[in-house]
């Protein structure tokens, strides 16, 4: 009698995924095979996206999430538990600018001198603790995967050093005291997880996607969706001796 064996499948979730460089890397994933789970807070919308996903052959399935209310996040977490019984990369996705679907030149709102703090609170809520509570929720399903990988999608704007330069690329920018800071700290963040989790075999890096075209600029961005997602892809299948701790754009590492 043959003994029938099993094939292993990849999971990947990928939030806020139902638009933008999320679903651009959800789909770059279910291209190379794996299942990726779009995470979205509009149901409708996700699914959407995910038939989307599908009907170009991919294995995906959209999964109600909001990464500021812990219940869903963990709901979602039971249910991967559930159904796959392991998760193999987490994109950490869902980011909020704070200043709506205005280009960076017009996020007047940003000023350090006159934020509404409330603002600036919504923006790490959803930036920084958001991506603290899934990857906390995610981490047992991540530990029973054989190459687990984090990818925390950042900015070039979170950069200190290309920040501070008076001359340099972002100098032209409005003052962000929501916004960048959020990235800022989410990269640091990415340093600290990546410490504790590297005795562990779980590589988690930060990613710069560039100035991509999405509704969170309204579409000022000149790189394509695709463009943007290939780094989120590439550190989401790294190998065994991949970096880990590290900020990487698709240019190669962007400095802290």
């Not at 509009?42 to 052959?57: F, S, T």
């Not at 869902?94 to 996020?107: K, R």
């Not at 070039?156 to 972002?170: K, M, Q, V």
């Amino acid at each position: 009698m043959n003994e029938q064996t099993t094939t292993y499948q990849a999971v990947a979730l990928v939030t806020g995924a139902n638009k933008g460089i999320g679903r651009g890397a959800a789909e770059q994933l279910g291209a190379l095979g794996m299942t990726v789970l779009i995470g979205a807070r509009d149901a409708g919308r996700g699914e959407e996206a995910a038939a989307a996903l599908r009907a170009v052959g991919c294995d995906a399935h959209a999964v109600t999430l909001d990464v500021t209310d812990p219940a869903t996040v963990h709901d979602i977490a039971k249910l991967i538990g559930e159904r796959y019984g392991h998760l193999d990369v987490l994109i950490n996705n869902a980011g909020i600018t704070g200043s709506g679907q205005v280009s960076p030149d017009d996020a007047q709102d940003q000023i350090p001198s006159t934020v509404d703090v409330d603002m600036v609170r919504a923006v790490f809520e959803t930036n920084v603790f958001g991506v603290i509570t899934m990857t906390n929720a995610m981490l047992p399903l991540l530990q029973r995967s054989p190459a687990p990988r984090v990818v925390n999608v950042a900015s070039h704007a979170a950069s200190l050093t290309l920040n501070s330069d008076p001359d340099g690329p972002l100098s032209a920018l409005v003052p962000s005291a929501a916004y960048s800071p959020s990235k800022t700290a989410l990269t640091a963040l990415t340093v600290q997880y990546a410490n504790e989790l590297r005795k562990d075999g779980i590589l988690v890096n930060a990613v710069a996607p560039g100035y991509v075209a999405t509704d969170s600029n309204n579409h000022s961005g000149f790189l394509t969706v695709a463009q943007g997602a290939a780094i989120l892809v590439r550190l989401a299948t790294l190998g065994a001796d991949g970096p880990t701790a590290g900020f990487f754009a698709e240019e190669g590492p962007v400095p802290w």
